[in-house]
Nanobody
Framework: QVNIVQSGGGLVQAGDSLRLSCTTS????????TAWFRRALGKEREFVAA????????HYANSVKGRFTISRENTKITVHLQMDSLKPEDTAVYYC??????????????????WGQGTQVTVSS
């Protein structure tokens, strides 16, 4: 069983920064790629960013490229999403997701088997 615990989020103003964290725990020796998705009220879930287990490969949605940075700690189990220059349109519930395909870092939600509980990010104008 793989467990995902998210932290971070909150209410900020446009232009501010926030950092989300995602800690994945599971069977010893497990390795996972990790991604962030978000769902705004009344909209479909959308891909935000992903990173491989090694941390060497990352992928971003065009809407956040240059503003958001995904990174993995040296311990491997915690991934951060640094969100800078936030905009009101970034307001959403953000979900961390993980897959046992440790080299996958694509945007397809169906490829991620494990999901966090979600955390609200609200950006006021």
């Amino acid at each position: 069983q793989v467990n995902i615990v998210q932290s971070g989020g909150g209410l900020v103003q446009a232009g501010d920064s926030l950092r989300l964290s995602c800690t994945t725990s599971g069977p010893t020796g497990g390795a996972w790629s990790t991604a962030w998705f978000r769902r705004a009220l009344g909209k479909e879930r959308e891909f935000v960013a992903a990173i491989t287990w090694s941390g060497q490969s990352t992928h971003y949605a065009n809407s956040v490229k240059g503003r958001f940075t995904i990174s993995r700690e040296n311990t491997k189990i915690t991934v951060h999403l640094q969100m800078d220059s936030l905009k009101p349109e970034d307001t959403a519930v953000y979900y961390c997701a993980a897959t046992g395909q440790e080299t996958y870092y694509g945007p397809q939600a169906r490829e991620y088997e494990y999901w966090g509980q979600g955390t609200q990010v609200t950006v006021s104008s």
